[in-house]
């Protein structure tokens, strides 16, 4: 079954950091697109940022300047660096797979994880 397996969520005071890792099983992610994406509870998931497999980057603008997005493909995984965070940042972050960036609709996106939470409070 191919799936990611996200990890490195946890509690953070605000303008702390972590660094969330998205391993691939069951496939090799070197030729897809992968995005990162969060749901706050009682929100939509919302894509954050996204890389292609060419090391093209995006990010949503609430995230830009903050968080870094980059792959290791011998690893098979990717990896959101997340620094200078705010309390408006807490929420389950996924990642996901599509063959392009495109749009970040998490409909067009596959083999979801489980999340990992991260939450950011004093």
């Known amino acids: 079954q191919s799936q990611f397996v996200e990890s490195g969520g946890g509690l953070v005071q605000p303008g702390g950091s972590l660094r969330l890792s998205c391993a691939a099983s069951g496939f090799f992610l070197d030729y897809f697109a992968i995005g990162w994406f969060r749901q706050a509870p009682g929100k939509e998931r919302e894509g954050v940022s996204c890389i292609s497999s060419g090391g093209t980057t995006n990010y949503v603008d609430s995230v830009k300047g903050r968080f870094t997005i980059s792959r290791d493909n011998v690893k098979n995984t990717v990896f959101l660096q997340m620094n200078s965070l705010k309390p408006e940042d807490t929420a389950v972050y996924y990642c996901?797979?599509?063959?392009?960036?495109?749009?970040?609709?998490?409909?067009?996106?596959?083999?979801w994880g489980q999340g990992t939470q991260v939450t950011v409070s004093s």
């Open positions: 996901a797979a599509r063959p392009e960036c495109g749009i970040m609709n998490p409909l067009a996106f596959g083999s």
